[in-house]
């Protein structure tokens, strides 16, 4: 049924964008780490997004319409996104000079963790902006199968 792939596919969107929230709180949280269990300073985490195998393209749907007048074609199978990893960023720590902190090296420099709250805060509007758009999308799923059970009464 295609409503309830849709709904599947909204929820697929919902719980990636908040497990990328969910990564920046982690990186916010750990911007002053300096000493991880693996060793060094905290490495900021990302969260990698892959689109599921969905429906036929578009180019396919308009040819399989001209081919039948009503086809179901591709309802059965899922589409949405999916977290394939949560990368760590390779890009270089900072050097902070501060040779009292305790994990100081011999020239004074604490390694501190590779976070950007600018970077951050810019990734947590862009989840919440998309979390808010698959809710959109799921309060017109719902509006939509409303209308649809009251054509029976």
Same mark, same amino acid.
């Given at each position: 049924?295609?409503?309830?792939?849709?709904?599947?596919?909204?929820?697929?969107?919902?719980?990636?964008?908040?497990? +990328?929230?969910? @990564? /920046?709180? #982690?990186?916010?949280?750990?911007?002053?780490?300096? !000493?991880?269990?693996?060793?060094? %300073?905290?490495? +900021?985490?990302? @969260? /990698?997004? #892959?689109?599921?195998?969905?429906?036929?393209?578009? !180019?396919?749907?308009?040819?399989? %319409?001209?081919?039948?007048?009503?086809?179901?074609?591709?309802?059965?199978?899922?589409?949405?996104?999916?977290?394939?990893?949560?990368?760590?960023?390779?890009?270089?720590?900072?050097?902070?000079?501060?040779?009292?902190?305790?994990?100081?090296?011999?020239?004074?420099?604490?390694?501190?963790?590779?976070?950007?709250?600018?970077?951050?805060?810019?990734?947590?509007?862009?989840?919440?902006?998309?979390?808010?758009?698959?809710?959109?999308?799921?309060?017109?799923?719902?509006?939509?199968?409303?209308?649809?059970?009251?054509?029976?009464?």
């Amino acid at each position: 049924m295609a409503f309830l792939s849709s709904m599947n596919i909204v929820g697929s969107g919902l719980t990636a964008q908040q497990l +990328r929230l969910d @990564v /920046v709180s #982690e990186n916010i949280t750990n911007m002053g780490t300096t !000493r991880t269990e693996a060793g060094g %300073a905290y490495r +900021r985490k990302m @969260v /990698v997004l #892959e689109a599921k195998a969905g429906r036929d393209d578009f !180019r396919k749907a308009m040819a399989n %319409a001209e081919n039948t007048a009503v086809s179901n074609r591709g309802y059965s199978t899922l589409g949405g996104v999916r977290v394939t990893e949560i990368a760590e960023d390779p890009s270089d720590m900072k050097l902070v000079y501060d040779p009292t902190h305790p994990d100081a090296n011999e020239q004074g420099y604490v390694e501190m963790p590779n976070v950007t709250l600018v970077k951050e805060i810019s990734d947590a509007m862009a989840a919440t902006q998309a979390f808010s758009a698959n809710v959109t999308a799921l309060n017109v799923l719902k509006a939509v199968a409303s209308k649809g059970l009251e054509i029976g009464k």
